[in-house]
């Protein structure tokens, strides 16, 4: 879920592409949002602690806070059929839906799908996103991990459903040149969702906005992770910063997603905080609504 500053975007210098997509965004962008109304969920990592001692006490603080999505992480792949119906009959009282989940690489392999689609079928989730591509080598080893979204999305666009892929720091590094993020855009159907994860990209240098507008249509959801180098006001850093605390530039972020990304909904995320984890879930969502809306 959640070292090296990015300098490079695509083939051309990270200076023309930023000015391409800059002059793309002010022509596509205008000071008010999209009138489309964009729900809100939560990146259940964010409440790790809480969900592994009480799942169901947890979504139930959490759907009572007024967040509207819920993304369960790794673990849910060990659960049992019966117990996910479970889970989806708490949502549904709840009126809170659960629209991704975050996965090991395991489960979007042939050998591993098949667990993965009717776990996320009964949850009512229609992207299965891989979190973690675990250790990858070289880009010819990234465009092997293009290779395995791309089967995985032909496996699952006749069901209706999405595979996806979430960013870390190091998907914006270069490598031989390239982000791997680059190689897995470029490598892969429209049908892949690019789960953009706010922070691991801001720390890595790469600009979201530019990055969001370079990929129309695929950056379907995002994680609202915040970070900080450390020189604001906050007196954190780092991950460690609430929501519109850290040098993300979320407004502009909103406007990219909503106008051009193909938004569908927002994930808060926070790996942790100076305040306890619902409390932290709480203020997030609250800092959020006075910031978007």
Known sequence: MSNEQSSSLPSVSRRSFLALAGAASSSLLVPALAAKRVPVGLELYSVRDELAK????????????????VEFFSPYYQWTPEYAKEVRTLLDELKIK????????????????GKAIELNQILGSKTIVMASAGRVTGLDGWKGVAETLSKASEKLKPLGMRAGFHNHKSEFVPIEGKHPMQVLAAGTPNEVTLQLDVGTCVEAGVDPVAWINANPGRIRSLHLKDWSAGTGAAPDKGYQVLF???????????????????VE???????????????????CLAAFKKMHG
């Open 54 to 69: 009480d799942l169901p006490g947890t979504v139930r603080s959490v759907a009572k806070m007024g967040y509207e999505v």
């Open 98 to 113: 659960c629209l991704s989940t975050h996965n090991g690489a395991n489960a979007l392999t042939a050998e591993g799908i």
């Open 244 to 262: 519109g605390e850290g040098d993300a530039p979320f407004k502009n972020i909103f406007e990219a997603a909503e106008r051009r990304g193909g």
């Open 265 to 283: 909904y927002y994930l808060i995320e926070q790996e942790g905080s100076r305040f306890p984890a619902l409390e932290t879930a709480e203020r």
